[in-house]
């Protein structure tokens, strides 16, 4: 199956098995994760004072040449590790962390 033709239905795991995690010094905000993902996990948000402050100085200079904008993952426990996210980020900035051990 193409990832792009994937839906919700198609996804290998149960909802809140393994929730993304966003490489803050890696993302653009070009929204393709937003854009891809069947279970409206992204969303664009103004990175935060607390981001950026944590981020290096090249990656909050990167940061503001986009915007100031990057994804956030609002609804993480809603992941069902379909994997369109990753294969969309042009930046390979999101990664899927297991949540539970079983």
Known sequence: MD?????AQDCPQAAGRYMPVID???????EDCVT??????FEM????AADKSAMPFLS???AMVHGNRQAYAVRAEA????GLCIAACPEDAIKLMRTETR
């Open 36 to 41: 891809v993902c069947p279970c409206a996990v």
């Open 79 to 82: 992941c069902e590790a379909c």
């Open 45 to 48: 948000r103004t990175l935060s």
């Open 3 to 7: 990832l792009n033709t994937r839906n």
């Open 24 to 30: 803050r010094n890696r993302c653009e905000g070009k």
């Open 60 to 62: 909050r200079f990167k």
